[in-house]
């Protein structure tokens, strides 16, 4: 497949080419676009042709729900069985990285929620995301846009690393500003299931529900034959080539055993940029201050794929605290890491 490539910087100038973009999804075709977290990889939500399209390009396993994206956050009332939680969780965190599972409805075809009852619902910030559903007119189907087992792409660089070949289109629209994939919250009988962390953090959650629970999934590995609340946990995820290995410890310590390994063999380092100098035998990726965890979360998918694709035999990152951003993060690089960490 010819993949076209379009770059849009202005949605009011260039809205002739996002009409192009809604056309090929009108019709079936897979078009990857920008949201404020990561690159999506789109298709028609409501039809069962695009879904099994995006298991294909992706190669994910079609038991793994799809999120649909909608322009507003009432539009969420044609496609599933909203409740008076979910419109205070859309007036707080709407538009923006938050998706809800709710009950779903017929409209939405069973090969879009990999066979589910439920549907996750999500709408996104990014200008061009949010012009591009208005001009469908229907919702889009959308995992990320990597190839199943690789980090999330936050540049459309990235997304042509994985998808060139596999979709009709990809979208450029600069670099996905949060990083990180959107928090995805279930709402139960009695408060709301965090079932991924994401850029809207658990005490922002705490503001419109005072009973949010963390999903067991999150924070450790599931066991054998468990089964996990939302699928995606199941599937090993984000996964460098070379082993990733998180440290935990006080940050002189960390320094310190970084340097001691790194005369045994080659070390790749997802750093603080105040280590840099401090590092400098080892290949570098700073992500950020130690305190700045928005610049960490930008920058961590981006730094894991340029990690790979050096000659490192191991990479080394700090453990992220488990608070605020920080449980985003850290639940991402310990499924990175496969639950692999280090005290020093
Ligand atoms: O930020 C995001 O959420 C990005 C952008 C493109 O919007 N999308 C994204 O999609 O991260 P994906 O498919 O890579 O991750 C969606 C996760 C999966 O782990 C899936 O299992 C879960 O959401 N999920 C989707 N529908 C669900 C449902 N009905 N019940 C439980 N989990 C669901
Ligand atoms: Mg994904």
């Known amino acids: 497949m010819n993949t076209e490539h379009i770059k849009i910087t202005d949605i009011v100038a260039e809205e002739n080419d996002l009409a192009r973009a809604a056309s090929i999804l009108r019709e079936g075709g897979l078009v990857v676009f920008p949201t404020e977290t990561v690159y999506g990889l789109g298709g028609d939500a409501t039809r069962d042709e695009a879904a099994k399209k995006i298991y294909a390009a992706k190669g994910r396993p079609s038991d793994n729900p799809l999120i649909i994206h909608i322009a507003n956050p009432a539009d969420a009332e044609a496609y599933a069985v909203t409740n008076e939680l979910y419109y205070r969780l859309a007036k707080a965190f709407m538009p923006g990285p938050l998706t809800v599972i709710l009950p779903r409805k017929e409209t939405i075809p069973t090969s879009t929620t990999g066979g589910l009852d439920s549907v996750a619902v999500r709408c996104p910030a990014h200008p061009v995301a949010h012009k591009l559903i208005e001009l469908c007119g229907f919702p889009i189907a959308a995992p990320s846009a990597n190839l199943s087992g690789k980090p999330s792409p936050t540049s459309a660089a990235h997304v042509a690393q994985d998808m060139d070949g596999r979709v009709d289109m990809i979208i450029d629209g600069g670099e996905s500003e949060i990083g990180l994939e959107s928090t995805i919250v279930k709402i139960a009988d009695d ?63 960390v320094l310190a055993y970084i340097q001691q390994e790194t005369a045994a063999r080659k070390c790749a380092v997802l750093c603080y940029n105040e280590e840099f100098d401090a590092l400098n035998n080892c290949i570098l990726f700073p992500i950020g201050q130690k305190n700045d965890l928005a610049s960490q979360a930008h920058k961590l998918f981006a730094a894991l794929r340029d990690a790979d694709g050096t000659d490192a035999e191991i990479i080394y990152a700090h453990l992220p605290p488990q608070s605020g951003l920080g449980l985003a993060l850290y639940n991402r690089l310990i499924r990175a890491a496969a639950h692999t960490i280090k005290k020093v």
């Open 191 to 253: 408060g709301l299931i965090l079932l991924r962390p994401g850029g809207i953090t658990c005490d922002a959650l705490s503001l419109v529900c005072d009973n949010v629970t963390v999903a067991d999934a999150v924070l450790h590995q599931l066991a054998e034959n468990e089964r996990p609340l939302s699928p995606g946990m199941k599937y090993r995820h984000y996964a460098p080539t070379a082993p990733l290995v998180l440290l935990s410890g006080n940050d002189a310590d």
